[in-house]
């Protein structure tokens, strides 16, 4: 078994996690999530920060795991569209394009989950969760496009 480095597990670990603290920083003032109409299947809005923070730190040990000499676009293009879906949806109340963006995302996450997959199955398997959640933001996304 191959000697953990700290510091690259750390800083993998941080950069999702410091563009997800940067995304609720750049949309805190337009967060207007509590006054959407929202479908009966819509968690309380506690839970967001706690699941997205526990899904970066998945993601961030997952591309340590992988290695940096295995770099992947797919994964750093997935993470940008990450953070630019809390601007479109919540800054410029583009609902309908952040649910486009969330399909993409899908997508982008079943390809880098297939090529995590191929270097260390594992860090393909802890990803997921991201996968489950996008799904379920989507159909969320989607019903808050409508009802509004």
């Avoid at 969330?102 to 995590?116: T, W």
């Amino acid at each position: 078994m191959k000697k953990i480095d700290w510091k690259d597990l750390i800083i993998s670990i941080l950069v999702p996690v410091g563009l997800g603290f940067i995304a609720g920083l750049i949309t805190k003032d337009f967060n207007d999530f509590a006054t959407l109409n929202k479908p009966f299947f819509a968690p309380p809005g506690i839970i967001f920060p706690i699941a997205w923070t526990i899904i970066y730190i998945l993601m961030g040990i997952s591309y340590y795991g992988v290695g940096n000499a295995k770099k992947s676009y797919t994964y750093e293009i997935q993470l940008f569209l990450n953070l630019m879906w809390s601007i479109i949806f919540f800054i410029l109340k583009w609902r309908f394009i952040a649910t486009l963006l969330i399909a993409v995302l899908i997508f982008l996450v079943v390809k880098m989950l297939l090529e995590f997959y191929k270097i260390k199955k594992w860090t393909a398997y802890i990803n997921i969760p991201y996968l489950i959640w996008l799904c379920y933001a989507l159909v969320l996304s989607f019903s808050i496009t409508i009802l509004n």
